[in-house]
């Protein structure tokens, strides 16, 4: 069964720095984009950051300079470097992926269960 994993959220000053993983795991033969969203308390959720297989990476306009996705190798992780945070960042944080499985034999999108980013002084 597929599963990703968010790591990396808390609590960090104005103008700090916080960098999220996100970690899929099960019986995978393949993953295509990988995401990051976020959704704040009476707002819908939005797209923060995306990277495809081949290493192209968009942003929304809100993060972009500032935050940076990455993915490892294995194509299994994604991470994001947040720099410069505010506390409009505040949000849920959640990993996003379209994933080859052995159960579905097809790609589908999988959802993390989210990580607390809370940019506060």
């Known amino acids: 069964q597929v599963q990703l994993v968010e790591s990396g959220g808390g609590l960090v000053q104005p103008g700090g720095s916080l960098r999220l993983s996100c970690a899929a795991s099960?019986?995978?033969?393949?993953?295509?984009?990988m995401g990051w969203y976020r959704q704040a308390p009476g707002k819908q959720r939005e797209l923060v950051a995306r990277i495809t297989s081949g290493g192209r990476t968009n942003y929304a306009d809100s993060v972009k300079g500032r935050f940076a996705i990455s993915r490892d190798n294995a194509r299994t992780t994604a991470y994001l470097q947040m720099n410069s945070l505010k506390p409009e960042d505040t949000a849920v944080y959640y990993c996003?992926?379209?994933?080859?499985?052995?159960?579905?034999?097809?790609?589908?999108?999988?959802w993390g269960q989210g990580t607390q980013v809370t940019v506060s002084s």
């Open positions: 099960g019986s995978i033969f393949g993953t295509n984009a």
């Open positions: 996003n992926a379209d994933i080859f499985s052995q159960e579905t034999r097809d790609y589908r999108p999988y």
